[in-house]
């Protein structure tokens, strides 16, 4: 009968054994997973730096552009009031070359 108690407590040893094994396995691949979970963040947070420098440098040149355009129009308004100023300069002299000369101009 000790024979058989032998090979029962052998058994029960290599089955327990086996198992602290496996828990130390699986816990070394859970590990490994934060190593990845870190490396995601990491990556993620690079990805979030870039994309906010990439609208940071829009912002600008939507602000470069914005200053252009009040320029043009500012531009714009200034030519429009010297062809008004133009205008109405031509049109006095073409009224001036209109109108019948004076009798004692002749």
Not at 45 to 59: G, M, N
Not at 88 to 99: D, W
């Amino acid at each position: 009968m000790s024979r058989p108690w032998v090979l029962v407590s052998l058994l029960l040893l290599i089955v327990f054994t086996s198992q602290f094994e496996w828990k130390q396995q699986f816990g070394n691949e859970t590990e490994a997973t934060p190593s990845t979970s870190q490396k995601e963040q990491y990556l993620s947070k690079r990805e979030e730096s870039v994309k906010e420098k990439i609208i940071l440098s829009q912002e600008k040149n939507i602000q470069k552009l914005n200053e252009l355009v009040q320029s043009l129009r500012e531009q714009l308004l200034q030519c429009k009031g010297e062809n008004k100023i133009a205008n109405s300069t031509l049109t006095e002299r073409l009224h001036k070359l209109e109108q019948p000369p004076l009798l004692g101009d002749k």
